[in-house]
């Protein structure tokens, strides 16, 4: 067995549950997200990025917890695996820690979980500075540097490791936010510490940039474009500063970090969950404004799950709408947008080139596509 890869795996089962129902995030409500009727999805996350090392599963062993923390998928996928820590049913940030401990206690090469910034944040109380840690973003807040930027890319970097590349190791910034402040308009990120992780700058995210937009000229004119085209279709306005500026010039209410929807200039439907999105736009031609978080480049699946999958294919990539000052843009310096819808095929089918609204009558084509996608 001393060719064998051991593979620590920890999924967070409660992870991303608040996003798909508007709780910004899933600390402390997670009672409340799943009385909303929302359902975990951190183990599908997970599974897609083992996926791509499927046809590795005779060279790999994952050392993991109990049930829905990891040994549940793997025996869905068929990996050799052995359970290093018993959870109880219902899960708690404890169980994450112990669950580190355990598995670091058993002897892995690397530590991939699927998580959110407090799946990170526990895990880096307790992990061994040495440990190489990977995270799959199934989280809410993804504002930490030890992330792939799809589960896809995760799985990516692994592949990379199996095939006996030169990946070389980097310290990435774990943050978090305060999520109350959060659920009120208020982005206040802190930096906890840095976890090492695999140097793959393809596929491992760059930690948010803060700030607000203070060209107020810029987003003004973005706002005038936006509005020039508003007809009889409702518009789904997503989240962010970009956003806001057209509900603002509107005199528009707007949740900054939630979605709300227009008809006609008005609005219709204020901070919606993922399954009133589906209702209220049901069989209605639709428009969606998003913007991209700054630094990252992502433009679905941060802070913004209440866009799902079935949303965005009935929406139909024709009638996205993308905003971006140039400023933002050229802070990427040519990196790609990102997507992470949950359905890697149809992130597939949404890269491409968009037209990205940068001022009035002023557009920028820029391209939209995942590095580990393009890397199939």
Same mark, same amino acid.
């Given at each position: 067995?001393?060719?064998?890869?051991?593979?620590?795996?920890?999924?967070?089962?409660?992870?991303?549950?608040?996003?798909?129902?508007?709780?910004?995030?899933?600390?402390? *409500?997670?009672?409340?997200?799943?009385?909303?009727?929302?359902?975990?999805?951190?183990?599908?996350?997970?599974?897609?990025?083992?996926?791509?090392?499927?046809?590795?599963?005779?060279? *790999?062993?994952?050392?993991?917890?109990?049930?829905?923390? !990891?040994?549940?998928?793997?025996?869905?996928?068929?990996?050799?695996?052995?359970?290093?820590?018993?959870?109880?049913?219902?899960?708690?940030?404890?169980?994450?820690?112990?669950?580190?401990?355990?598995? %670091?206690?058993?002897?892995?090469?690397?530590?991939?979980?699927?998580?959110?910034?407090?799946?990170?944040?526990?895990?880096?109380?307790?992990?061994?500075?040495?440990?190489?840690?990977?995270?799959?973003?199934?989280? +809410?807040?993804?504002?930490?540097?030890?992330?792939?930027?799809?589960?896809?890319?995760?799985?990516?970097?692994?592949?990379?490791?199996?095939?006996?590349?030169?990946?070389?190791?980097?310290?990435?910034?774990?943050?978090?936010?305060?999520?109350?402040?959060?659920?009120?308009?208020?982005?206040?990120?802190? @930096?906890?510490?840095?976890?090492?992780?695999?140097?793959?700058? @393809?596929?491992? %995210?760059?930690?948010?940039?803060? !700030?607000?937009?203070?060209?107020?000229?810029?987003?003004?004119?973005?706002?005038?474009?936006?509005?020039?085209?508003?007809?009889?279709?409702?518009?789904?306005?997503?989240?962010?500063?970009?956003?806001?500026?057209?509900?603002?010039?509107?005199?528009?209410?707007?949740?900054?970090?939630?979605?709300?929807?227009?008809?006609?200039?008005?609005?219709? !439907?204020?901070?919606?969950?993922?399954?009133?999105?589906?209702?209220?736009? %049901?069989? @209605?031609?639709?428009?969606?404004?998003?913007?991209?978080?700054?630094?990252?480049?992502?433009?679905?699946? @941060?802070?913004?799950?209440?866009?799902?999958?079935?949303?965005?294919?009935? +929406?139909?990539?024709?009638?996205?709408?993308?905003?971006?000052?140039?400023?933002?843009?050229?802070?990427?310096?040519?990196?790609?947008?990102?997507?992470?819808?949950?359905?890697?095929?149809?992130?597939?089918?949404?890269?491409?080139?968009?037209?990205?609204?940068?001022?009035?009558?002023?557009? +920028?084509?820029?391209?939209?596509?995942?590095?580990?996608?393009?890397?199939?």
């Amino acid at each position: 067995m001393s060719n064998t890869f051991r593979l620590g795996v920890i999924i967070n089962p409660l992870a991303g549950l608040g996003g798909s129902v508007a709780l910004k995030g899933s600390d402390g *409500v997670a009672a409340e997200a799943m009385a909303r009727g929302a359902e975990p999805k951190a183990h599908l996350r997970l599974a897609q990025a083992l996926e791509v090392i499927l046809p590795y599963r005779d060279k *790999v062993e994952l050392i993991t917890a109990s049930g829905a923390m !990891g040994e549940e998928v793997a025996l869905q996928l068929g990996f050799n695996h052995q359970v290093a820590y018993h959870s109880a049913v219902e899960t708690e940030a404890r169980d994450t820690q112990d669950a580190v401990r355990a598995i %670091q206690a058993s002897g892995v090469d690397l530590l991939l979980f699927a998580g959110g910034d407090g799946t990170a944040r526990d895990i880096f109380a307790v992990v061994d500075e040495t440990l190489p840690v990977l995270g799959v973003p199934a989280g +809410v807040k993804i504002h930490s540097g030890v992330y792939g930027i799809t589960p896809h890319a995760s799985g990516m970097v692994i592949k990379l490791l199996l095939d006996g590349e030169l990946v070389s190791l980097m310290t990435g910034d774990v943050m978090d936010i305060d999520e109350v402040a959060f659920r009120q308009g208020t982005v206040k990120a802190r @930096r906890f510490g840095e976890m090492l992780v695999p140097a793959e700058p @393809r596929y491992i %995210q760059a930690v948010k940039m803060g !700030g607000r937009e203070v060209d107020e000229l810029v987003l003004g004119d973005i706002a005038a474009q936006v509005i020039d085209q508003m007809e009889d279709e409702l518009f789904i306005m997503g989240s962010g500063s970009t956003v806001a500026a057209v509900m603002q010039e509107l005199g528009l209410a707007n949740t900054l970090l939630g979605v709300d929807v227009i008809a006609h200039r008005q609005l219709v !439907g204020s901070d919606l969950t993922a399954n009133e999105l589906l209702e209220l736009t %049901q069989d @209605r031609q639709c428009k969606l404004v998003i913007t991209l978080i700054g630094g990252q480049g992502h433009i679905l699946g @941060r802070g913004n799950q209440q866009l799902s999958s079935r949303l965005i294919r009935a +929406v139909g990539k024709e009638n996205i709408i993308i905003l971006a000052t140039k400023t933002k843009l050229k802070a990427l310096e040519g990196r790609p947008l990102i997507v992470d819808s949950g359905d890697p095929e149809l992130d597939a089918e949404l890269c491409g080139y968009y037209k990205v609204v940068t001022g009035y009558r002023d557009y +920028v084509m820029y391209q939209v596509a995942n590095p580990d996608l393009v890397s199939r």
